[in-house]
């Protein structure tokens, strides 16, 4: 069994900054990619940012430049850098993972969410 758990969020005012960390556990055989997803009250979950095992990322347009993914393949973690926060940035906060386990079935995995609140 895999586990991934978030931790970090929290209320923040704007243009304040706040760091995500996600930290997956189990029977893991190797971890791909992992990636930050958000949803915020009413709308679909969306891609934030993503990292591939080598360390190759990939951005939504509306966090370049403010958030930074990064992670530590040695302890299976995913941190996400968010700064220049915006009232729009609010959500609650997802952190996945592709990964293939002790049996070599792959599948991805799912954190249970941090909510992240901007507002003054």
């Known amino acids: 069994q895999v586990q991934l758990v978030e931790s970090g969020g929290g209320l923040v005012q704007p243009g304040g900054s706040l760091r995500l960390s996600c930290a997956a556990s189990?029977?893991?055989?190797?971890?791909?990619?992992m990636g930050w997803y958000r949803q915020a009250a009413g709308k679909q979950r969306e891609l934030v940012a993503v990292?591939?095992?080598?360390?190759?990322?990939n951005y939504a347009d509306s966090v370049k430049g403010r958030f930074t993914i990064s992670r530590d393949n040695a302890k299976n973690r995913v941190a996400l850098q968010m700064n220049s926060l915006k009232p729009e940035d609010t959500a609650v906060y997802y952190c996945?993972?592709?990964?293939?386990?002790?049996?070599?079935?792959?599948?991805?995995?799912w954190g249970q969410g941090t909510q992240v609140t901007v507002s003054s």
């Open positions: 996945k993972a592709d990964i293939r386990i002790a049996t070599m079935s792959r599948d991805d995995y």
């Open positions: 189990g029977s893991i055989f190797s971890i791909y990619a």
């Open positions: 990292i591939g095992s080598g360390g190759n990322t």
